[in-house]
T-cell receptor
């Protein structure tokens, strides 16, 4: 099976712009979680989608949003970029079989976002 | 609240053993272990559910002490390929998690020939 894919792999944007990142989960996986990874804060949970519905959200401002499509592919959007948004954005896919629990998550290679 | 990993870094020679600990102040339902090499995605190693189960995979094993809310990752007879940053991701026992893991700050493991 193909793994989790994320596009683009690298992005350079300027402050105030917006960006959209894409994640295609492993075939058959219906849950997609997004994380932000920075040297200072580590891996932080952004949100999780299952069957096109956001089921969980981390402590990030409303500038961070996401969505999931019927084929389980997911996108996240960051509007009005700030310098502090520079990070590696990782998505993780899982089967989503457990209704309330975190299944085993498989990470994609990430999108490296640099905000100038 | 973020789990605490110890040690922050460890340096080994090939063939030596190491233990990485992950402690939480919250009651846990599960602990997920990952290894991340520089510039790559975190790779899943194993998951432990509450109940104190110990799991093993080749020369890497882990345990989960439910009473202490602590998990330990054991790497035996280390190989060069074990080098990387190890993360524990925890899932709280109460409420619903819905895909949310809370990760520790990571332990940098370096194996030298």
């Amino acid at each position: 099976k193909a793994g989790v894919t994320q596009t683009p792999r690298y992005l350079i944007k300027t402050r105030g712009q917006q960006v959209t990142l894409s994640c295609s989960p492993i075939s058959g996986h219906r849950s997609v979680s997004w994380y932000q990874q920075t040297p200072g804060q580590g891996l932080q949970f952004l949100f999780e989608y299952f069957s096109e519905t956001q089921r969980n959200k981390g402590n990030f401002p409303g500038r961070f949003s996401g969505r999931q499509f019927s084929n389980s592919r997911s996108e996240m959007n960051v509007s009005t970029l700030e310098l502090g948004d520079s990070a590696l954005y990782l998505c993780a896919s899982s089967l989503g079989t457990h209704s309330e629990r975190a299944d085993t998550q498989y990470f994609g290679p990430g999108t490296r976002l640099t905000v100038l | 609240q973020q789990p605490v990993q110890s040690p922050q870094a460890v340096i080994l020679r090939e063939g030596e053993d190491a233990v990485i600990n992950c402690s939480s102040s919250k009651a846990l339902y599960s602990v997920h272990w990952y290894r991340q090499k520089h510039g790559e995605a975190p790779v899943f190693l194993m998951i432990l559910l509450k109940g104190g189960e110990q799991k093993g995979h080749d020369k890497i094993s882990a345990s989960f002490n439910e009473k202490k809310q602590q998990s330990s990752l054991y790497l035996t007879a280390s190989q060069l390929s074990y080098s990387g940053t190890y993360f524990c991701g925890t899932e709280s026992a109460g409420g619903t998690s819905y895909g949310k893991l809370t990760f520790g700050q990571g332990t940098i493991l370096t194996v030298h020939p």
